[in-house]
Structure formats: structure tokens, C-alpha cells
């Protein structure tokens, strides 16, 4: 398995501009989570989905972030319009729910900087 | 509500040596513990969990964990460390009831020495 695939891995965009991150779950997981690293924050997480469906995204810091999951290999995570301080490295992660299971596969991550 | 700490930001060791990095959780119910291991430019790795039975979880790299239930604790250890072993390591816990969300410690930078 090629385990979870984000794109782009490394993404520079000017203020103001529109940022979408996608992610490739693995296949098979029913739950896809999308979390945020920063030096000051650590890791937060931003929404997770269960079967396509978004279940919480408390997480998700204002309006300008949306996230979609259209399918179950497939999610975007979109900025817009974008500010320095979402410069950060995103991750999504998938897991499968099953009693010996739970545990988080991440991907490689996406590191984003908003000049 | 649920809640990880990770009391220390760094914690260095020689190799060789036995290395110890702590947690502490707060969460309601039986909690779902796990520990990962994120390398740098990398994502994070799954390293260990514990969901029920035996409390001394084995793991991946050599790694274990204790459950402590009265002290609220999860502590990873590695007998002997490795100077590959130095990355940022991560505790989570999970309530087995309600929401599926994962509460992430701050991390615990390890660094083994030769």
C-alpha cells in the first residue's frame, strides 16, 4: 500500500491567493482526519470525516477554511484567500475503525508558506 | 474533557542507555492511548497503543509502553536507546465513547547521544 498521498508536498503562495491542499486516504479507511503543525501551536486538529461525512470541524479556524471529501480516496482541504499565518504544515491521516484498530496513518504532509 | 501532557519539551539520553519519555491523559472512561514517533520532513509514524488487556504494550523500533491506570499514565521506554531513535515523539488518547477525536500531547523532542 502506498499509504496516505498528500499533494502538493510543498506549496509558497502570496496573500490573498486561493490554496488547496488534496489528500489520498488509504484505501479502505473510513475515516480521514486533517490536522495543522506549528512550532506555536503544535498539532491541531482542523476536521475529521467518517464514511465522506464531515463529523467535526470544530477545529477549522475561520471561514476562509473549507474541506471536502467527495469520495472515499479523495479530500481537499482549501484556504481562501489565504494569510501568513496559515503558513504552517498540514497533514491528513486515515484510520480504520475496527476493535484492533484505531490507530492514525499519516501522510508526508504539506508545508505551506503565505508570503 | 480529554486531555494529553507531555511534561517535558526535550529529553536527552546517551546510547545505550535506557530512555523513558512521559505521559500523563485525562479523558473519561477507559481511554485508547497510542504513542508516534515524527521524524523530520516527515509525517507522523504509529509507534504503540494500548486499548485494553495486558498493560505493558510492545511496539514497533523496539518500543514499550506501561499503562498505569491509578497514576493516569503512559510512558513510553526503549531498554537501550540508538542514536537513530532522536525525533519528536507524540502521546494521543482517545475516549472509547462519543467522538472519534484523537488528543495530541505537545511532543517530547528525543535526543540520543553517543
Known amino acids: 500500500d502506498a499509504g496516505v498521498i498528500q499533494s502538493p508536498r510543498h506549496e509558497v503562495t502570496e496573500m490573498g491567493q486561493e490554496v488547496t491542499l488534496r489528500c489520498k486516504p488509504i484505501?479502505?479507511?473510513?475515516?480521514l482526519f486533517w490536522y495543522r503543525q506549528t512550532m506555536m501551536r503544535g498539532l491541531e486538529l482542523l476536521i475529521y470525516?467518517?464514511?465522506?461525512?464531515?463529523?467535526?470541524d470544530s477545529g477549522m479556524p475561520e471561514d476562509r477554511f473549507s474541506a471536502k471529501m467527495p469520495n472515499a480516496s479523495f479530500s481537499t482541504l482549501k484556504i481562501q484567500p489565504s494569510e501568513p499565518r496559515d503558513s504552517a504544515v498540514y497533514f491528513c491521516?486515515?484510520?480504520?475503525?475496527?476493535?484492533?484498530?484505531?490507530?492514525?496513518?499519516f501522510g508526508p504532509g504539506t508545508r505551506l508558506t503565505v508570503t | 474533557a480529554q486531555s494529553v501532557a507531555q511534561p517535558e519539551d526535550q529529553v536527552n539520553v546517551a546510547e545505550g542507555n535506557p530512555l523513558t519519555v512521559k505521559c500523563t491523559y485525562s479523558v473519561s472512561g477507559n481511554p485508547y492511548l497510542f504513542w508516534y514517533v515524527q521524524y523530520p520532513n516527515r509525517g507522523l509514524q504509529f509507534l504503540l497503543k494500548y486499548i485494553t488487556g495486558d498493560n505493558l504494550v510492545k511496539g514497533s523500533y523496539g518500543f514499550e509502553a506501561e499503562f498505569n491506570k491509578s497514576q493516569t499514565s503512559f510512558h513510553l521506554k526503549k531498554p537501550s536507546a540508538l542514536v537513530s531513535d532522536s525525533a519528536l515523539y507524540f502521546c494521543?488518547?482517545?475516549?472509547?465513547?462519543?467522538?472519534?477525536?484523537?488528543?495530541f500531547g505537545t511532543g517530547t523532542r528525543l535526543k540520543v547521544l553517543a
Open positions: 494521543a488518547v482517545r475516549s472509547p465513547s462519543g467522538t472519534y477525536k484523537y488528543i
Open positions: 491521516a486515515s484510520s480504520f475503525s475496527t476493535e484492533s484498530s484505531y490507530e492514525q496513518y
Open positions: 484505501s479502505g479507511h473510513d475515516y
Open positions: 470525516f467518517n464514511n465522506n461525512v464531515p463529523i467535526d
